[in-house]
């Protein structure tokens, strides 16, 4: 839907930027993570509030698999903007490796630094025994994983055998992610800030935001709850061209619905014969928080999400084929929700 009114000096709305550095066809990693580092900097400019990266393994498509020197590579290009990871897949890790890590960024970027966490394994099972050797279930051991490594950022006992360093007494701020209600719960019942990534996943949304919100428990973390919601954010001068944009990624999500996984293609015209109706319908679903279209249309969508989730912040993620047509959308993201000049 075309919205005509235009956008002119809007409330400003919180918005971070959710960065998987997507490799496209033709391209590699490399770039792509040059990439990153070129749209921190200009969104640091722009007024973004924090800019994460994402773990995933054996992805062609991805570059941040190593999300933490990633973090570190943003953190040194840029000099005000909070960076973190969201998420660190958890499972996948020693908590003290973790703390040991962040302990570090948080010591070279004091103030700075983010750690969302989550517990799937950022991959597929055959990769996600490469990255751990023994698979136990997450839903066992990841409350156990993340009371531990919050102890690693607490300052250390006299006799504590075991310590982060760097990383004892950082408090470096932990965010719990996820698209279900057992994500939702546990963040509850640690007072944490929860973060929910229906810009892939929104199937359950609402109901997990509700839940969060009425079990929330106070901590020394976090006094009240604080929800972060992902959106994909795809804008250009028109509707027609933010569309067009954005069918590179209607057909990564298509050909994900096959079991294919690979490089983020050109946008082009997106011919639903090419896919069965339950493809359609995956890509549909998955897509379905998504605002696509000129400043006007956008920051329409991004209002009525806030409206929908009460989202005390929005973390926008786009994955566009051409670098510059990327930056120009989250430029005009920015603008149209009131963050730039």
Not at 32 to 51: S, V
Not at 107 to 124: E, K, M, V
Not at 191 to 199: Q, R, V
């Amino acid at each position: 839907m075309t919205h005509d009114v235009p956008v002119s000096s809007p409330q400003p709305l919180n918005l971070s930027i959710l960065d998987l550095a997507p490799v496209v066809a033709g391209s590699t990693p490399a770039q792509a993570l040059r990439n990153t580092g070129d749209l921190a900097r200009h969104a640091e400019a722009w007024g973004y509030r924090r800019y994460w990266l994402a773990e995933h393994h054996n992805m062609a498509g991805i570059a941040s698999a190593a999300t933490a020197v990633a973090i570190g590579y943003v953190a040194a290009a840029t000099t005000t903007l909070r960076v973190g990871a969201g998420g660190v897949m958890l499972p996948n890790h020693a908590p003290l490796v973790i703390a040991e890590q962040f302990g570090t960024l948080e010591s070279l970027y004091p103030g700075r630094i983010d750690l969302g966490l989550g517990r799937a394994p950022g991959t597929d099972q055959l990769t996600a025994r490469a990255l751990r050797r023994n698979m136990g279930n997450s839903d066992d051991t990841f409350p156990q994983d993340v009371a531990e490594l919050q102890g690693y950022f607490r300052p250390a006992a006299p006799d504590q055998a075991v310590r982060a360093v760097p990383g004892a007494g950082l408090n470096v701020p932990i965010w719990l992610l996820g698209s279900s209600l057992y994500s939702a719960g546990l963040a509850a019942r640690l007072g944490l800030p929860f973060a929910f990534a229906s810009h892939f996943a929104p199937r359950f949304l609402l109901r997990a935001i509700d839940l969060y919100r009425e079990q929330f428990q106070p901590s020394e973390a976090l006094a009240k709850p604080y929800v972060m919601v992902g959106a994909n954010a795809i804008a250009a001068d028109t509707d027609e061209e933010a569309h067009f944009l954005f069918s590179s990624l209607r057909t990564r999500f298509a050909n994900m619905a096959r079991g294919v996984r690979g490089l983020l293609e050109p946008p082009g015209d997106f011919d639903e014969s090419r896919w069965t109706p339950g493809e359609l319908a995956f890509a549909t679903e998955s897509l379905s928080c998504s605002v696509v279209g000129s400043p006007a249309t956008v920051r329409a969508g991004l209002d009525d999400l806030i409206a929908q989730t009460g989202a005390d912040e929005v973390m926008v993620t786009a994955q566009i084929y051409d670098h510059q047509a990327r930056l120009r959308s989250f430029e005009i993201v920015a603008r149209a929700g009131g963050l730039a000049a």
